[in-house]
T-cell receptor, first 114, second 114 residues
Framework: DQQVKQNSPSLSVQEGRISILNCDYT??????FLWYKKYPAEGPTFLIS?????DKNEDGRFTVFLNKSAKHLSLHIVPSQPGDSAVYFC?????????????FGTGTRLKVLA | ETGVTQSPTHLIKTRGQQVTLRCSSQ?????VSWYQQALGQGPQFIFQ???????GRGNFPPRFSGLQFPNYSSELNVNALELDDSALYLC?????????????FGEGSRLTVL
């Protein structure tokens, strides 16, 4: 049962343009949604998060949008830079018996072309 | 401030053997989680330790076990290794049990089971 889905395994974008990465989820009890970036041979790095009670969170070039009715979130990167080329994971957190459990999607590989 | 460090970075075992992976959490972080990332997949939650006790577990059999020490470092032990255990094992630390703060990952230990 894949509760967090990233249906696009890869995405290519020209430098300077907008990158939009998408994520769908099925569990309406998730309370936070997070995006992680992963370079080869490194662990995932926390990028940005959004509470389930918000619909937008912005941090510099990165903005996450949450549409609860559609159970969909997206990460916008503007403008895209070659250094943004990485695998991006969407994750959702839920509390079970006092423990925050994070469920990750399968990732989207972003390639920003110079 | 030191980040999350894991050892060893790579190792090869044969089916039926046992393995111990180690993790030092980020300075000040008291919660450690372990994840398994198979090829082409997102990280899958194995378990979490908080104040030296297991505080949540994913869908992994009992042959996956762990420990957390007073200095918050942690071990992941896997007994009776199977071929499907071949994966990148990620350790992540966090402060307390806050869902929106995110996890800080190490670089991972890549296990190959032959």
């Amino acid at each position: 049962d894949q509760q967090v889905k990233q249906n696009s395994p890869s995405l290519s974008v020209q430098e300077g343009r907008i990158s939009i990465l998408n994520c769908d989820y099925t569990n309406s009890m998730f309370d936070y949604f997070l995006w992680y970036k992963k370079y080869p041979a490194e662990g995932p790095t926390f990028l940005i998060s959004i509470s389930s009670i918000k619909d937008k969170n912005e941090d510099g070039r990165f903005t996450v949008f949450l549409n609860k009715s559609a159970k969909h979130l997206s990460l916008h990167i503007v403008p895209s830079q070659p250094g943004d080329s990485a695998v991006y994971f969407c994750a959702a957190s839920t509390v079970t018996s006092g423990t925050y459990k994070y469920i990750f999607g399968t990732g989207t590989r972003l390639k920003v072309l110079a | 401030e030191t980040g999350v460090t894991q050892s060893p970075t790579h190792l090869i075992k044969t089916r039926g053997q046992q393995v111990t992976l180690r993790c030092s959490s980020q300075s000040g972080h008291n919660t450690v989680s372990w994840y398994q990332q198979a090829l082409g997949q997102g990280p899958q939650f194995i378990f979490q330790y908080y104040r030296e006790e297991e505080n949540g577990r994913g869908n992994f059999p009992p042959r996956f076990s762990g420990l957390q020490f007073p200095n918050y470092s942690s071990e992941l032990n896997v007994n009776a290794l199977e071929l499907d255990d071949s994966a990148l094992y990620l350790c992540a630390s966090s402060l307390g049990l806050a869902g929106g703060v995110g996890l800080f990952f190490g670089e991972g230990s890549r296990l190959t089971v032959l």
